[in-house]
């Protein structure tokens, strides 16, 4: 069976914003976790828009608006980092 190509989760808009995220200082990775096709952040939410959902123990869980759908987003933060990585996040991008 001949190959189909690669498949991609992440539009190029999130993969620019993935690369933003990880530049933030308190961050130590961005693990890309599920996709949700047909599933929308909201009216003003455009390709590669990010919504920080809520803390968990070791970072922050949060959702990125892709070109199909609704990606989830882990990112990984440095112990004691989460609240001020997460008004970076929401102030800037």
């Given at each position: 069976?001949?190959?189909?190509?690669?498949?991609?989760?992440?539009?190029?808009?999130?993969?620019?914003?993935l690369?933003?995220?990880?530049?933030?200082?308190?961050?130590?990775?961005?693990?890309?976790?599920?996709?949700?096709?047909?599933?929308?952040?909201?009216?003003?939410?455009?390709t590669?828009?990010?919504?920080?959902?809520?803390?968990?123990?070791?970072?922050?869980?949060?959702?990125?608006?892709?070109?199909?759908?609704?990606?989830?987003?882990?990112?990984?933060?440095?112990?004691?980092?989460?609240?001020s990585?997460?008004?970076?996040?929401?102030?800037?991008?």
């Amino acid at each position: 069976m001949p190959s189909r190509g690669r498949h991609r989760s992440t539009s190029k808009e999130g993969r620019t914003l993935l690369r933003r995220i990880e530049a933030i200082d308190g961050v130590t990775a961005v693990i890309i976790g599920r996709s949700y096709g047909g599933k929308s952040l909201g009216t003003n939410a455009g390709t590669g828009a990010i919504r920080v959902q809520r803390k968990v123990p070791g970072g922050l869980k949060a959702v990125m608006q892709s070109s199909k759908g609704v990606q989830e987003i882990f990112i990984r933060t440095e112990a004691g980092a989460e609240d001020s990585v997460a008004a970076r996040i929401a102030g800037e991008m």
